[in-house]
């Protein structure tokens, strides 16, 4: 691996980059250095690994500043991801990001080391926020390289603020030994098992030594092909060692030499140590690492023999490697160290705690856990959705009518019995929570709470709601725009202004999700100024893009003038706003996913944002329904009974509104023929059928000409050239390929009630 991510000098220029999620400007030397190819696999475990250590650090940054103050684990925690970063991309090459994390690093180091220097919290929020957003800015420009070559930025303005801080640090630090001094002024933190124990660097760059009284050996074999071998040691001390007290490991820079991976491929990788509290809490944890194929304890705490007791080890190992395995793992154990015997009761316990976990995985210690491309889950959601097609149109297969197939019928059910546990699977595999982006969201509002100095609680509901990767992907873009424009626009610049309107000096932000009838929902929603309709049709004249006479746009239809492209009610182009390329950007991206957007605002009293996205290629259970010669699906979900009606249950409302008496309840009557203007024979309530569905607590009994069955359809969204017609608004979410190759249009019952 050395020299394979050398980056290749091409040029150094001045540039003005726009960061949107710290929404700040800043100029930086680019150097554009290249990426060798074939490292494909290699970066997509950084960037994976990287990003959620920085979603993790913003999330602590976050929690611990509505607090105000810094606890001890959080601080260790921080410590442990700027380290972690730190040896990741010093590995892959990534210089300029390894610099940074490290002084980062060194000033949690002192702040670590005397929780008592911090005298002004908000500065170090400040200065690490920066440095998590300049590590994003940097990934994201690398994920987006052309042809491998990337824009390198230059921290060196960034990393002589953590300089300052960290100096600053340590001149009120007090009790400091002249070592540390020096150490933290040289830009060096110590390793943080040296600080902890005040032993020597050389110390952990030493072979193990032979078992001793208190220390437990074990030699880790990592998954065949993971790659970074050394990178994957480097990541497993740092995830052990908050759980040692010792802690030696062989070979021993690993961190700094690549060299390293081929000898822990052929022989492992050996980590001898004493832990805080027992030996099962170190192993469950190296069992639990990513990439850690199986493990091995080589020796055990013991007392200290003369000579030790040689053991032969059994021809076929416990540790059994899966069928993917390397050769060398498999080996190993049978020029292993002998085994100490044991002489204490805890030290047995523990042993045969270990034999116990080993023995019940089949000898192997196997992660539960591995990360798998995007792309191969699509191609595995594709399969699932033509399955399910397919096997729609042979059980429904028209030359099979009247025809008396038992054995065929039982088979058919078992086949659909075994599809839907296929396509539930696959499905749960895709779905990931909302609650990261959302957290993003979090990060944007207090940047702009401060720079526009306004005092606003930001709340949030169902950020435990699980959508589709790809949808998660889409909405993080239109959310940013929407929290923006709602923290910009919506929310009063002045606090009398509130106060004058009866509302609380403190704005309110809030963001939800919730999953209904097969759709992602999403508002985000201010109490606000809202928006004023007089002053959109000014601007809108201006523009010059009213289609139609004043007279006939209704309120909504102003409303919706601001997702327009260019349109922006500022006069003056802002840090945030003026520029017009944030709600068309919202609808667009909506869109494209198959999704909708409506504005709903009311003048003085706020204004709400409501995204609707279809899961993409979802697998839902239907009810099949017939009106004229076209075919619906309504989700079973939404579905409470279907019924055939008599004369007796028929009424009429005020304004001649058809409505029907259930069980002492009236519900209204929708006839699927005159909503979308359909031909039909079926027109008398008596001849059809009755489908009373229910969704946000609204009811309505739908008319139709007769049931089909239930069926489990695959949801393709609309192509985007139709959105331009509004189908979404008419109650139609998606449409389905039927078994005999007819297209069924599926209702979406939430806005055909609403």
């Not at 100029?27 to 290249?34: F, G, T």
């Not at 895709?430 to 609650?435: E, G, H």
């Not at 999953?515 to 201006?542: C, F, H, L, Y």
């Not at 006479?549 to 601001?562: D, F, G, V």
């Amino acid at each position: 691996m050395t020299g394979q991510f050398l980056p290749l000098v091409i040029h150094i220029s001045n540039k003005l980059s726009y960061d949107m999620r710290s929404s700040v400007y800043m100029e930086r030397n680019v150097i554009m250095a290249k990426i060798e190819p074939g490292m494909e696999s290699m970066l997509d475990m950084y960037f994976y690994e990287t990003n959620s250590l920085l979603e993790q650090l913003d999330e602590i940054l976050l929690r611990t500043e509505q607090a105000n103050s810094f606890d001890s684990e959080d601080i260790k925690e921080i410590f442990r991801i700027m380290h972690t970063i730190k040896g990741s991309s010093a590995m892959m090459g990534f210089e300029n990001l390894s610099v940074l994390a490290h002084k980062a690093e060194d000033m949690f180091f002192v702040i670590r080391e005397n929780p008592d220097v911090i005298t002004d919290v908000s500065f170090v929020y400040d200065l690490v926020f920066q440095v998590s957003d300049s590590y994003k800015a940097q990934i994201e420009l690398i994920q987006n390289n052309i042809n491998g070559e990337y824009e390198q930025m230059d921290f060196s303005e960034l990393i002589d603020k953590l300089l300052k801080a960290r100096d600053a640090l340590v001149g009120e630090t007090k009790g400091d030994t002249p070592a540390q001094a020096e150490a933290i002024a040289s830009g060096a933190a110590p390793d943080p098992e040296v600080a902890a124990n005040g032993a020597a660097p050389a110390a952990a760059a030493s072979a193990p030594a032979p078992a001793a009284d208190n220390k437990t050996t074990v030699r880790v074999f990592f998954e065949d092909g993971c790659q970074m071998e050394n990178l994957r040691a480097f990541l497993l001390i740092n995830t052990i060692k908050d759980a040692c007290k010792e802690l030696e490991f062989e070979p021993a820079d690993v961190e700094n030499n690549p060299e390293t991976a081929k000898e822990i491929v052929d022989k492992g990788f050996l980590i001898t140590f004493v832990p805080h509290d027992s030996v099962d809490e170190v192993l469950k944890a190296i069992e639990s690492a990513l990439n850690v194929q199986s493990y091995e304890v080589v020796s055990t705490p013991a007392a200290a023999p003369t000579e030790p007791a040689k053991t032969e080890l059994p021809p076929e190992p416990k540790a059994a490697a899966p069928a993917a395995a390397a050769p060398a793992p498999a080996a190993a154990p049978a020029s292993a160290p002998a085994q100490h015997a044991p002489a204490q009761t805890s030290v047995e316990k523990a042993q045969a705690a270990v034999e116990k976990a080993q023995a019940a995985a089949g000898g192997a210690q196997k992660q539960s856990l591995i990360s798998v491309n995007l792309a191969k889950l699509d191609a595995l959601h594709d399969i699932v959705g033509e399955i399910i097609t397919t096997e729609s149109m042979v059980i429904s297969n028209p030359d099979l009518d009247g025809l008396e197939l038992e054995s065929f019928n039982k088979a058919a059910r078992q086949l659909r019995k075994l599809t839907s546990e296929l396509q539930d699977t696959v499905m749960s595999i895709r779905m990931v929570p909302l609650a990261g982006v959302f957290q993003k969201m979090n990060r944007i509002v207090r940047d702009m709470k401060k720079k526009l100095n306004k005092d606003v609680e930001f709340v949030m509901e169902g950020e435990d709601t699980e959508v589709d990767k790809s949808i998660v992907d889409s909405l993080q873009d239109p959310l940013m725009h929407l929290v923006r424009n709602c923290m910009d626009h919506g929310i009063e610049e002045h606090v009398e202004e509130r106060t004058a309107e009866g509302k609380p000096a403190k704005g309110t932000l809030k963001l939800t999700a919730q999953n209904a009838s097969g759709e992602v929902i999403i508002t985000v929603s201010d109490d606000g100024a809202g928006i004023d309709p007089e002053k959109i049709m000014n601007k809108a004249r201006k523009q010059g893009i009213l289609t139609k006479p004043e007279s006939e746009y209704t309120e909504k239809e102003i409303q919706n003038l601001i997702l327009l492209p260019g349109f922006s009610t500022n006069e003056t182009v802002t840090e945030f706003s003026g520029r017009g390329v944030g709600m068309d950007v919202v609808k667009a991206n909506v869109e494209k996913c198959g999704g909708s957007i409506i504005v709903d605002s009311k003048k003085g009293e706020g204004t709400t944002f409501i995204i609707k996205i279809p899961l993409t290629l979802a697998i839902i259970d239907g009810m099949e329904i017939t009106v004229g010669d076209l075919v619906f699906t309504v989700p079973i979900s939404t579905i409470r009974e279907s019924f055939k009606a008599e004369s007796s249950q028929i009424l009429r409302d005020t304004k001649n509104n058809e409505m029907i008496m259930i069980r002492g309840v009236c519900y209204p009557i929708l006839r699927m023929h005159e909503k979308f203007a359909i031909d039909t024979e079926i027109t008398n309530l008596e001849d059809g059928i009755l489908l009373l569905v229910e969704t946000d607590n609204k009811s309505v009994c739908i008319f139709a000409d007769k049931l089909i069955g239930e069926q489990q359809v695959v949801v393709k969204p609309f192509p985007a050239y139709l959105n331009k017609y509004n189908i979404k608004g008419e109650g139609l979410s998606g449409c389905t390929i039927m078994g005999d190759g007819s297209i069924s249009l599926i209702i979406d019952t939430n806005t055909l009630i609403g």
